[in-house]
Structures are given as C-alpha cells and as structure tokens.
C-alpha cells in the first residue's frame, strides 16, 4: 500500500517508428512502473490522455485510504467497469451490448460528471426525456445501476442513486403472435431443414439460441424429453440464459418422429453433434436464415412479417388460450422472472406439461 495517494506522471514517450505514445508512470510497492495510454494520434491533447488515464490512476490506489478524498468521474468508472468487471461476469454479446449502451448512451451525458454528483431526479428526468422505447429506456437504466453498484463495489460512493428511479418495461405495441392456421401456411413454404427447425422452435417455445444449441445427446426418444442445457449467440456456446432456462421439457411422440426423420438424412448424428448442423457441423447463424428462408417464406404465405421471437410469444399465447395454468406455463417457458408468468412459484407436475405441450402441438401442426 502506497503511503501517499498517487497521481503519477504522464508525458510523451517519443518513437522512432510510428506515432508518439503517451506514457503513464506510477510507483508500486517502490518500483517505478510504466504504462502506454495511447498515441498521440489518438489523444492528441494531454487532456485527452488525462481523461483516458483517469481510471488506470484510480485503480493503483484502490487500497490507499487517501483514494476517498479523490473525486472520479463517470467516464472513467466507465472505463474502469469495461476493463476489470466485463472480462470477469459477462459474455461476449452482453459485454457489446453494454459497449454500445455506454457510447450512445450514458457516457455522452455523464462522463464529465463525478460518480458522487450523480443524482437521482437528474437521473429520472434523463430517463423521460430520451426519445426511445421503455425496452431501450429500461436497458439503459438498468445498466446505470449495474455501473454504480460497481461504484460502491469500489468505495467510491455508499449509495446507488439509481435505485430510487424506476423505469416501466411495459410494451406499447404488442408482439406479433401467429395463429395456428398462419403458422400451417408458413411451413407449406419451408423446405427443409428449415421446416424442421420451425417446428421444432414453435413447438417447444425454444429461444433461437437455444435450438441451435441443441445437441443429439439432449433429446432422449425412449422417455420423450428434450434437456435445454446450453445456447449459441454469435458463434458463441454458453448456459441457458438463466437457471430456469435450464431445464427438462416433454417431447411430443409426434415431434419426436420430425427429429428422428431430419437426424436420419443428417450427416452429423453423433450425440455431441448439433441437431441442426451446417454444412460445416457448427450451427447455422440464426440471422442469415431469417432473412434468406423464414421471411421470404411469410412473404408467400402472405402471413407478414416474422422474427425467431414470434414463435416464442406465439407459443405462450398458445398455452394460454388453451386453458394451461399459469404454474404450467412457467415451467415451459422457463421464466426466471415470476412476474413474467404471473407471479407463480408453484412447480407443474410432468404429467400436465406433457399434456399441455401436446395440446400445442395438435394445434399448430397436427389438425
């Protein structure tokens, strides 16, 4: 630990080849260290480099007691947060997700300003007066929190001004949902594997990621269940987006019969290959075969548009409507959130999601 709290030394280091670099140098435990900031390029005033160093300073006095007495601003637990709490607890696809939230988002407004001056009915009035939907709103919001929750993680403030400004998730407009005649149109424009694959995400009320994460060995034809154990996005293999995601469903005997007829004329059949394999073994990207098949498919079938989501919300309406109870919707959607299948903890019976799966079936496929 460091007896003062250090600001370091930034200057110009000069190269014989290529731009000049900023050069950061600091003690620790009594030997001099250096770190390159960026070129001059880059930073072309010190003031950039001062901005961009802002954070790397506070982290070499993170146990310097003096540190509390050093103001940090926004921009640099930003930069603090991307480099030291990202790597760590987030996957590739949230870490851009957050990358492009704090760039068009939160660092534009408040970078300049210091974590301790971050106040709750600033934050509120922000919030109201962006020009987006709530989804985009409420991610932002809850991003904030997430930051300054870090924040107080670090000892830079005790309090997280965010929690008090809520933010509603609420849609205005509603999803498009499919109805079972709709859906019997689409698939008379499919060919396959991309028949198979729609079937197979309608009638499970699959995430895309998850049905391209679906490997042989998950399904088990002799006791009819599918086990959602992992899910792809962008190439990427992870767990279930939550813990409830990872569960056991019912297989339909009648979609367990598409499954065995798609694996027999697939090349990939081993118990660790992906049920829906590409020419090259790695699944397909989802995005590519929304826009070369499953809309120009809708356009046909004169249906409007779709999105891999639509079979999702079309299957949880579906349950709905054919009398599922609300603990047995739960458990096939797999919400984590009980809000989102209203407020059920109760666990269904096996015997009841068999049931209801089925149900959905005869209904969008079979009759």
């Known amino acids: 630990m460091q007896a003062r709290y250090q600001y370091g030394d930034l ?100 970078g300049t300003e210091l974590v301790e001056n971050v106040k709750p009915m600033a934050v509120k009035e922000w919030l109201e007066g962006m020009p987006h ?50 859906f019997k149109l689409l698939l008379g424009q499919l060919s396959e594997p991309y028949k198979s694959m729609v079937i197979t995400v309608a009638c499970l009320g699959l995430r895309v990621c998850e049905l391209l994460g679906l490997q042989w060995g998950d399904l088990d034809f002799e006791n009819l269940t599918v086990k959602i154990q992992r899910s792809i996005v962008e190439g990427e293999v992870n767990e279930p987006k939550t813990e409830a995601s990872e569960s056991t469903l019912p297989l339909d005997p009648d979609l367990a019969e598409v499954l065995l007829a798609h694996k027999a004329g697939s090349h990939y059949k081993a118990d660790s290959d992906y049920v829906f394999a590409g020419a090259t073994g790695n699944p397909p990207w989802p995005d590519g075969i929304l826009a070369d098949h499953l809309k120009p498919a809708a356009t046909r079938a004169e249906i409007g548009n779709v999105g891999w989501h639509t079979f999702r919300h079309s299957y949880s309406t579906l349950l709905h409507s054919l009398g599922t109870t609300p603990a047995v919707q739960k458990e096939l959607l797999r919400h984590a959130d009980i809000q989102t299948t209203l407020n059920i903890y109760t666990q269904a019976v096996s015997s009841e999601k068999r049931e209801a799966a089925s149900k959905v079936v005869n209904a969008l496929w079979k009759t």
């Open 11 to 110: 200057r110009i280091r000069r190269r014989n080849k290529g731009p000049d670099v900023w050069q950061f140098r600091y003690l620790e435990n009594g030997r001099r260290k250096s770190v390159l900031v960026g070129t001059v390029e880059k930073l072309p005033t010190k003031a950039d480099a001062e901005r961009a160093v802002e954070h790397f300073r506070h982290t070499i006095n993170d146990q310097n007691p003096q540190t509390q007495f050093h103001s940090v601003t926004v921009a640099a637990l930003i930069d603090r947060f991307m480099k030291q709490h990202v790597p760590k607890h987030c996957r590739k696809l949230t870490a851009s997700v957050y990358r492009s939230l704090f760039e068009t988002h939160i660092r534009p407004k408040w």
């Open 133 to 182: 939907s709530r989804q985009v709103k409420a991610h932002v919001r809850g991003l904030m929190h997430t930051l300054l929750q870090a924040a107080i993680l670090w000892g830079l403030i005790e309090n997280n001004p965010v929690n008090p400004v809520r933010q509603s998730r609420k849609r205005l407009k509603k999803p498009r949902v499919l109805t079972p005649a709709e």
